[in-house]
């Protein structure tokens, strides 16, 4: 029995969908609490890449920048269909908070429009710095744009509020769904 939270114990875990507008707003903060996630691809043999790696956000679509000639890359290149997780450092069931992206990755070339917009999100200077490389002029590799089509969100907190631990935003849908937890 959890003394310092008893509402984690509480089953069944609640189901009520947050508003839309609630969600959204829990989703950005995710993705501006961290710039580290773990990106999934599938390689030409069906196997899975997992790569962890940085991105920068503007609304819900994701940059970031890829090695060229990676694994990663050839395998967006196949199929663009690609998952990515990003969760807050967490320490135990009480904080548990993060996001699975599903969408669709799209590669930029350097110095189209789509690239020069990606490159005013993506914070290249910092990793220019680290790498040692000059500040005056960004990196002149392949930018690329994760565009999500579903967004699962898991806060356990949000059951405190009465609300399902894991909601899920779709790009097409009104209506929010979520994923019925424990006892199901």
Known sequence: MSTAHKWLEEEPWPTKAMPKEMLEKRIERVLTMTNIGYLGTVRK???????????YNDGFSLYLFPQPKSPKVYAIKR???????IANPMAGWACVMGCQIFGTATLLDVDTPEWVHGMKI???????SELGRQLEIPPQGQLAR????????S???MRKEGYAPRQIWTADDAELKVVPGANV
């Open 79 to 85: 199929d663009p269909r690609v998952c990515i997780a």
């Open 155 to 157: 806060e356990h907190l």
């Open 45 to 55: 043999d069906g196997s899975p890449i997992v790569s962890p790696l940085e991105f």
């Open 122 to 128: 993506f914070k290249w200077a910092g990793s220019s």
């Open 146 to 153: 994760i565009d999500p089509d579903r967004i699962v969100y």
